[in-house]
């Protein structure tokens, strides 16, 4: 059973900073990347940014400049650095971790945190 804890999050006035972390615990096997996710309220899920083993990254170009992802391989964790922050970065953040079990790579997500931008 594979398990990701985040801490971080809460209420933060606009142009604020906040740090995410998640860290993955369990039966794990080949982690082939970690993130974050997030959801609005009335919005779908969309990605803020990930992270692969070889250190690639994705982010969404609305964070891009503002948001900072990194990674912990030996200890398996993630971290979202959040700097200037807006009303619209409002939203449930969820981590991710991808493992590669045999040829089968598998999702994992956390319980998610709020991050909640006013003022």
């Known amino acids: 059973q594979v398990q990701l804890v985040e801490s971080g999050g809460g209420l933060v006035e606009p142009g604020g900073s906040l740090r995410l972390s998640c860290a993955a615990s369990?039966?794990?096997?080949?982690?082939?990347?970690m993130g974050w996710y997030r959801q609005a309220a009335g919005k779908q899920r969309e990605l803020v940014a990930d992270i692969s083993t070889g250190g690639t990254i994705n982010s969404a170009d609305s964070v891009k400049g503002r948001f900072t992802i990194s990674r912990d391989s030996a200890k398996n964790t993630v971290s979202l650095q959040m700097n200037n922050l807006k009303p619209e970065d409002t939203a449930v953040y969820y981590c991710?971790?991808?493992?590669?079990?045999?040829?089968?790579?598998?999702?994992?997500w956390g319980q998610g945190t709020q991050v909640t931008v006013s003022s």
């Open positions: 369990g039966s794990i096997f080949s982690i082939l990347t």
């Open positions: 991710t971790m991808r493992e590669l079990r045999g040829f089968v790579p598998r999702d994992y």
